[in-house]
């Protein structure tokens, strides 16, 4: 499974746009890009799956070098509801088997 | 369309006692993982199972913890004497292994007394 890399924690402030990048060097040609959000006391929450390139969709934007060897989900104009922890996700959900959480990013958005 | 639910939402025993905690997946989703995670920390991958089926449980612990996903009803993750590190949240999530990935309960909070 591929291994991801993200920072531990973000800050902003509302308004802004918030990009989490996250790293995962041995990405296999199978794997998709998932992001969750987890709210506090709450199950993660699907935000947006990708391939390569860039998927937009109503919450997010997630962007894909050429490579794949990373992603960075794009959050424009952040709220105060957007403080959550967010995690990347790397592997191939066609093949049913599970995929691993890591700490993910904490990001805290202030007035 | 009910989304994954899990019962109950919160849970107190004390130690050496059982806990059971259910999980109904997603109506025409046949994969169920429980995670558990505890405070300050990410979620870690206990089991996978398939109806009727133990797929991976390489993140169970090997003593106490149990999982099994009947022909009917829902999942069933059952820790046995329970002990306060038990104390967690744990969430069950189900997929219908398509290109979209888990859907998540709202998790059963286990606290040990």
């Known amino acids: 499974l591929a291994k991801t890399t993200q920072p531990i924690s973000m800050d902003s402030y509302e308004g802004q746009e918030v990009n989490i990048t996250c790293s995962h060097n041995?990405?296999?040609?199978?794997?998709?890009i998932t992001w969750y959000q987890q709210f506090p006391s709450q199950g993660p929450r699907f935000i947006i799956q990708?391939?390569?390139t860039k998927v937009t969709n109503e919450v997010a934007s997630l962007f894909i070098p050429a490579d794949r060897k990373s992603s960075t989900l794009s959050l424009p104009r952040v709220s105060l509801s957007d403080t959550a922890v967010y995690y990347c996700?790397?592997?191939?959900?066609?093949?049913?088997?599970?995929?691993?959480f890591g700490k993910g990013t904490s990001l805290l958005v202030t007035p | 369309n009910a989304g994954v639910m899990q019962n109950p939402r919160h849970l107190v025993r004390r130690r050496g006692q059982e806990a059971r905690l259910r999980c109904s997946p997603m109506?025409?989703?046949?994969?169920v993982y429980w995670y558990r995670q505890l405070p300050e920390e990410g979620l870690k991958f206990m089991v996978y199972?398939?109806?009727?089926?133990?797929?991976?449980e390489s993140g169970m612990p090997k003593e106490r913890f149990s999982a099994e996903f009947p022909k009917e009803g829902p999942s069933i993750l059952r820790i046995q004497q329970v002990v306060r590190g038990d104390s967690a949240a744990y969430f069950c999530?189900?997929?219908?292994?398509?290109?979209?990935?888990?859907?998540f309960g709202s998790g059963t909070r286990l606290t040990v007394v």
């Open positions: 990708g391939y390569k």
């Open positions: 109506k025409g989703h046949s994969h």
């Open positions: 041995n990405i296999a040609t199978n794997d998709y």
């Open positions: 999530a189900s997929s219908p292994t398509g290109p979209y990935g888990y859907t």
């Open positions: 199972l398939q109806k009727e089926n133990i797929i991976d």
């Open positions: 996700l790397v592997g191939d959900f066609n093949s049913g088997y599970a995929l691993n």
